[in-house]
């Protein structure tokens, strides 16, 4: 299994069918699995999106600096949601913020993170890269090369990378494995460009996989071959 990893977590998939909010059921399963893979020795970082509650592309009419700022903020929501579900299964958890927000989470450090991890605390990145115009799946990718993780772990609503959009096209084809060079040429929606050149530039894998069922994160740290792999 992995050491260390990075699982990023997107919004919408804490929100379940909900569509919008939190789905404490699901954020509870989470923290089973993760209580689960703590105490197996993993080394586990956190990036959560914050698209269940705001997109900063949502504000079409709103300065973008300013509906990015409030994305970060949705961001924050999520991970001490996360938080509280991890230590109710007894594992230690840190929040850390790329914007300092001192009364309820520690800013980022990178050697103070690297510490929690090797003391076997999870740390939860909120606020993205804490810049507006970079994504969350892009803070997943700096963070991980940061923290020397051994993969960055997807985890979507949907089960895995294919060339449209299954909810749409029935006829959708799955892929299993890809290069990071096939994910750029295609377009397709694994992370956003800056995100996969980041991770290509610092060979970084990507395995993605669907949370609608939380054991598919341990499946994933186990190294089974779901969803998938772009390397």
């Known amino acids: 299994m992995y050491k260390r990893v990075l699982l990023k977590i997107s919004g919408e998939a804490l929100a379940g069918d909900k569509g919008t909010g939190i789905n404490e059921e699901i954020v509870g399963e989470i923290g089973n699995v993760i209580a689960d893979c703590v105490k197996k020795g993993v080394e586990i ?79 939860i990145f909120g606020c993205g890269t804490g810049n507006p115009f970079f994504s969350t799946d892009t803070a997943a990718a700096l963070r991980a090369v940061e923290i020397d993780a051994d993969i960055i772990l997807l985890a979507k609503k949907v089960d895995a990378v294919y060339d449209s959009d299954p909810e749409k096209n029935p006829d959708a084809k799955k892929f299993t494995d890809l290069t990071y060079m096939e994910v750029l040429d295609r377009g397709l929606g694994v992370m956003d460009s800056t995100a996969t050149t980041l991770c290509m530039d610092n060979k970084m894998p990507i395995r993605v996989f669907g949370l609608a069922d939380p054991e598919n994160i341990k499946r994933a740290i186990m190294e089974e071959e779901i969803g998938t792999l772009v390397h």
Do not use: C
């Open 45 to 123: 970082a956190i990036v959560v999106g914050g698209g269940n509650f705001w997109r900063g592309r949502s504000g079409e009419k709103m300065d973008r600096t300013r509906a990015d700022h409030m994305g970060m903020l949705a961001t924050v929501i999520n991970a001490l949601a996360l938080q509280d579900s991890f230590e109710r299964h007894g594992i230690p958890t840190r929040v850390q913020t790329a914007i300092e927000m001192n009364k309820i989470a520690e800013s980022y450090i990178r050697g103070r993170a690297v510490r929690h991890l090797e003391k076997g605390r999870v740390v």
